[in-house]
């Protein structure tokens, strides 16, 4: 241990305890990456906060002893947004797992970050209750982790993300002060610092406090399965049920290499069909039954095959147990995978995945894709062998260039996974120096030292090198004929 | 003696980003689409829909066009925009302002709406944040830091939204309420009844208000519902321009937890409520002050995007 690093070491265990401090090598391995695990680094400490207080005192350690912290929660993430900085300090946030309060005439849950998303719904599920945003990694990943990457999950189509559900943060600030956003009520005045924190992955500074929106659960769900022979014959039918003005809680697309993986490892009993698509319906019973009526006709009218409506709990879980098992499972058929996380305009979708496909050819390696079709969200699954060698670079090509296909589409880098290290050298592809420039101003107003998560969000010569990729100007931008965001 | 200021109506960013620059480099103050500055920035020819994505449910406008216009095309395609506060103003004003109004209750507000913008800083830098897609976690959301901003920190010159479909049908129920002590077993109530509501407001002291959007079928199946469980009566759709009239006349705007509702029925004499946002429209100024902590932060903010302090909120 360095010299500084020790001082630091005794400083934190003096503030904050023994039993609230990690210094040792074999400790700190665990927290040395995230679910972004091919990048790893070991933090100089690694602090267990159990109050706000605590992470205020962790934070001004950080600025008496000149290093940066890194918020973690359940480390799911997967764009390396909680990875280490080597000589920093990590301050995880799990063991603030408290449920605060349960406000139910309000319809609000007050909690501390490290409580699971899942735990929040299981809390208030008793009273016909429940919290929307779902992402498929609920049962572990943490409220704060939420609130950092703006998380969503299958049904946020309806729903929305986790930035329409949290009323009120406490923040601790890069310099150790607290402030408070929002509240239970959703009047604020004043620039809405609460949505632009929401997603900021933890360079901004650290929630300890976060007040949830709840909502009451369906009376009515529905959830329907259509097989097509082609995928795009499934977008088709996604845009049609967006066009009858149906608003579905979550429209998932599986093609069929990620089928056959998803059937042969949890036995979901899908049909064999080139595409899969999923729609779940819910709201009143009337509502949905009269919007199952005009999904079914819709499948019809695109001569659908094996249509199923879910008859009960269980059928409907077993419709989606291959949809959330589909990552897994390609990860059997192959030895290593890449999930891409990018987002077309829905209208867009057959167009991209053609280009997918092609690209697919063009570099050899097969890519399953599974999707968040009803918000353009694609999970292009890249297969690869680590042990080939070339193999690797190959598929982190052709992952970046199905990005680059993604923006010229008048898309988005990442839909829910966010920026992190993962992401950050490409955040050019889709911003301008001085769209960049703008944003490196909003992070100095909170962060003048760069003190939370550095390294992350932005591109930087060190992580980039001299030459970060170019922004490309769309042709139709050029001609002025289309603007980009 | 009040200076005559000078108005300038750009037609494009680059416009705008010229303005300010001059603006400010003959240390002039200015104001967006408001009176106050030494230049008044007006967004009167930025009024445009540069693309309406239908299949997408997307829209992408400039910021000086009126809700009531942008309506107006929407609807071609029976699509909308959710938002509808009083007075029809325009999507710019609807955005620094962080405009609702009762359709707030189940669709949000501009912040929930907006998907991405492009803005001119005082130093006349353009910048975008966000995008056009429905779902986009890449950089900061700009969008939502000029949300409620107040034009302090730039000019909005272009902004896309999401938008939903237009109802079949729109209908509205209501249910008498005079006494605080009955609120809460109604609203309980009407909670437990489930109903996708598109807005919830209670004109006090006086009936509780619900609007129902959806197919005919549909739509009657809920004011059945709540006229059966609550004694509600099916009224005229008119009652929401009562609604309207007391947000736009309100002379202070209250926050509270849902579920203090009671206590501020008890303090109001006179209120349009929205019970679920835990919003009051009152009849008396409130005051209601910022920690210190806030006010730094939103101070060191305006020192990032507007150092030299051009603009005048
Ligand atoms: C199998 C799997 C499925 C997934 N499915 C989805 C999905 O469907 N939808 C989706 O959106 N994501 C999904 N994810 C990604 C991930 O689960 C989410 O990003 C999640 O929100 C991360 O939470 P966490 O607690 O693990 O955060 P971490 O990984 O620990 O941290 C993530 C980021 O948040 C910051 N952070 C953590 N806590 C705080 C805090 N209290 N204050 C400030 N910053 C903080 C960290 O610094 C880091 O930048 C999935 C991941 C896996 C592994």
């Known amino acids: ?485 | 003696m009040q200076n005559v200021s000078e108005r300038v109506e750009p037609r494009s960013a680059e416009d705008a980003s010229l303005a300010l620059r001059e603006a400010g480099n003959a240390g002039m103050s200015v104001s967006l689409d408001r009176p106050g500055g030494e230049v008044v920035l007006s967004t009167a020819r930025l009024n445009r829909v540069l693309e309406h994505e239908a299949t997408d449910l997307t829209c992408v406008v400039e910021p000086g066009i009126r809700l009531s216009e942008l309506d107006a095309v929407l609807a071609r395609h029976e699509q909308r925009l959710v938002l509808d506060p009083p007075g029809d103003p325009t999507v710019g004003e609807c955005i620094a302002q962080a405009m609702s109004g009762p359709r707030r209750h189940r669709f949000g507000a501009v912040r929930d709406l907006i998907l991405g913008v492009t803005v001119v800083l005082a130093d006349g830098t353009i910048a975008s944040s966000g995008g056009k897609v429905v779902k986009n976690v890449a950089g900061y959301d700009l969008a939502k830091l000029f949300c409620g901003a107040q034009g302090t920190l730039g000019l909005v010159v272009r902004a896309a939204f999401r938008l939903h479909p237009r109802p079949e049908t729109t209908s509205t129920f209501a249910v008498e309420l005079v006494r605080p002590r009955d609120a809460r077993p109604l609203l309980t109530g009407l909670s437990t009844l489930n109903l996708p509501l598109g807005a919830l407001d209670l004109l006090w002291p006086g009936r509780l208000i619900g609007l129902v959007e959806g197919s005919a079928r549909v739509a009657q199946a809920q004011l059945d519902a709540a006229a059966q469980a609550l004694g509600a009566r099916h009224v005229d759709n008119d009652i929401w321009e009562r609604s309207s009239e007391r947000q736009l006349q309100a002379a202070g705007v209250m926050a509270f937890a849902p579920s203090d509702l009671g206590e501020v029925l008890q303090s109001e004499p006179m209120a349009l409520i929205r019970p679920s946002l835990g919003v009051a429209y009152v009849e008396r100024p409130i005051d209601s002050p910022q920690s210190p902590g806030l006010i730094h932060l939103e101070e060191r903010i305006r020192e990032q995007f507007d150092p030299g302090r051009v603009l005048v909120g």
């Open chain 1, 1 to 485: 241990m360095k010299r500084g690093e020790r001082e630091l070491c005794e400083a934190a265990v003096a503030a904050l305890g023994r039993e609230a401090v990690i210094s040792e090598l074999e400790q700190l391995r665990t927290y040395e990456c995230d679910g972004l695990t091919g990048t790893r680094v070991v933090p100089a400490l690694v602090i267990l906060a159990n109050s706000t207080q605590h992470v205020q005192e962790a934070v001004r350690l950080c600025n008496t002893y000149d290093v940066p912290f890194v918020a973690r929660g359940a480390g799911t993430g997967l764009s390396g947004g909680a990875l280490p900085v080597a000589d920093g300090i990590v301050i995880s946030l799990q063991r603030m797992n408290r449920i605060l309060e349960i406000d139910l005439e309000s319809e609000r849950v007050v909690v501390e970050p490290g409580v699971t998303n899942l735990a929040v719904t299981q809390a208030v599920a008793g009273h016909g209750y429940y919290y929307a945003p779902d992402p498929s990694s609920q049962q572990v990943c943490t409220i704060g982790g939420n609130v950092a990457e703006n998380s969503g999950g299958a049904h946020c189509l309806k729903y929305g993300f986790t930035v329409n559900h949290v009323t009120a943060l406490d923040v601790v600030m890069p310099d150790g002060s607290l402030v408070q956003l929002g509240g239970k009520s959703l009047h604020t005045s004043g620039p809405d610092l609460l949505g632009t924190f929401i997603g900021s992955e933890g360079t901004l500074g650290i929630a300890t406090q976060v007040t949830l929106r709840i909502l009451r659960k369906p009376d009515s769900v529905c959830t329907l399965l259509a097989g097509f022979d082609s995928v795009d014959g499934a977008g088709e039918a996604v845009s049609d049920v967006i066009a009858a003005g149906v608003l579905a809680s979550a429209m998932e697309i599986m093609d069929r290499l990620t089928l056959e993986a998803a059937e042969a490892a949890v036995s979901a009993g899908y049909p064999a069909v080139e595409a899969l698509l999923l729609v779940e319906l819910d709201g009143t019973s009337d509502q949905v039954e009269e919007e199952t009526e005009r999904v079914l006709e819709i499948f019809k009218r695109l001569g659908a095959s094996e249509v199923r409506v879910a008859k009960s709990d269980a059928e409907r879980a077993l419709f989606w147990r291959g949809r959330k098992a589909a990552f897994a499972a390609l990860g059997r058929v192959s030895p290593n995978y890449y999930v891409q996380d990018g987002v077309v305009p829905r209208s867009k979708l057959p167009a991209v995945l053609r280009r997918i496909g092609e690209l697919s050819e063009e570099h050899g390696l097969p890519v399953g894709n599974v999707f968040h079709a009803g918000d353009g969200n694609l999970h292009p699954l890249v297969l690869y062998d680590a042990s080939i060698p070339g193999d690797l670079a190959k598929a982190e090509r052709l992952a970046e260039e199905i990005l680059v296909a993604c923006v010229e589409a008048g898309g988005a880098l990442t839909g829910e996974h966010g920026i992190g290290t993962d992401k950050a050298c490409s955040m050019p592809l889709m911003f301008s120096k001085d769209d960049l420039a703008v944003m490196a101003r909003l992070r100095r107003a909170f962060d003048p030292d760069g003190r939370a998560n550095p390294g992350k969000l932005f591109p930087t010569p060190r992580l980039c090198g001299e030459v970060p990729g170019p922004y490309r100007e769309h042709p139709l931008e050029k001609a002025g004929r289309a603007e980009r965001f």
